[in-house]
């Protein structure tokens, strides 16, 4: 798996490489590369790790280095219906309303979650998404969620696109994609697991037609982020998730919290940005950071999903990818949510998948990057003007 997946990226990656000082021209490299294609599956905010995702497969999508095939909304940090106007929004600001949005699922396969009931019994969850409502401080009532892009319930941070979203349901783009395009779309699952496990649902057959599946999800070998031992992405939905690892993709590559929280932006990489500051993207970046610099130069964050599609697009930045047999907990307990790997064992053959629980697949897992190549790559393709 390591071996295809990484042969995958590195043949794919000769279109990569388009952007000076590390980059040449794209239509030199078309020629012999395979075609790539991405769909975008996100809990969408404004300005986030997702959006950065977003903005980056755009410019690679305008530079000739992949198409971008559309933006699918799913529940998890944001409901569908926010991360739907928040993604129109943004991608009309950046001039690309072209990409399609289409909307997916809120609701979980096993339902919504009593939160309030969950973190009495196992305790308060560090992060919980859209379950939370800062407004009140407390967990949200979810039958009251929004469910119209067009009417939320506060003002969008950028007002509502003019742009509408397609009327299409987001599973069944994705299986259209997949199948007129087969062996070349590659579907981000930086989200929930919801959308792609319903559409392995509907239509298995997409699993043999799709090129790959990338995750930003799940902690491997450190605590959780939402529970002490679950990642929020896959503790919104743990069932979803599982149906998506345990289905025999051609590649799956999941960037865990292991390296995505090892990784942060601070103001040197805003500055940077800055400095650079041409297209729409990189001036919507420094108008809307440039406050929380202003107040505290020392602050930080961690890039999460902006690390899923530099190492798609420059397979070189990464530096660590192991090989596992993974799956995830979904007793509905303490552990819910948990990632589960092996990779070792005493009595036996883990490579050839002895004693492996049925239908756990093998998978590749990223636990570390080259991090001067990456915010080199992230400033430039953020940066970078397009004609």
Known sequence: MKKRFLSMLLAAGMMTSVMAPAMVNAEETQADAPVKRAILDTDMGYLNDDAIVMFMLSQADSLGMCDFLGVTTVGGNSWVASGTTAALRQLELIGREDIPVYMGCDIPLMGF?????????????????????????????????????????????????????????????????????????????????????????????????????????????????????????????????????????????IVPNDIAEAVFYTKEEYDRIAEKQGNEISKLIVEGQAGRFEKDPNASSFVWDAITAAVWLKPEIATDIQERYVDVDTNYGPNYGRVVSWWTSRNRDVEKGEGMPYGVQKCDVLFDIDREAFWDFYVDILTTEVE
Not at 120 to 137: C, H, K, L, N, R
Not at 201 to 219: C, F, L, N, Q, W
């Open 113 to 253: 979650r009593n939160m309030e009931a969950e973190s009495q019994i196992w305790g308060m969850p560090e992060y919980s998404g859209a379950y939370w409502d800062f407004s009140t401080g407390d967990f949200c009532d979810v039958s009251e969620r929004p469910t119209d892009y067009l009417n939320l319930p506060t003002e969008p941070r950028y007002g509502y696109a003019e742009t509408p979203a397609q009327d299409e349901h987001a599973i069944d783009f994705i299986i259209e994609q997949v199948h007129k395009y087969p062996g070349e779309v590659t579907i981000f699952v930086i989200g929930a697991g919801t959308n792609m496990a319903l559409a392995v649902r509907k239509d298995p057959t997409i699993v043999e037609d799709a090129a790959g599946v990338i995750y930003m999800g799940g902690a491997v070998d450190i605590p959780g982020n939402s529970s002490p031992s679950a990642e929020f992405n896959w503790y919104y939905d743990p069932e979803g998730i599982k149906v998506c690892l345990n289905s025999e993709w051609k590649d799956q590559l």
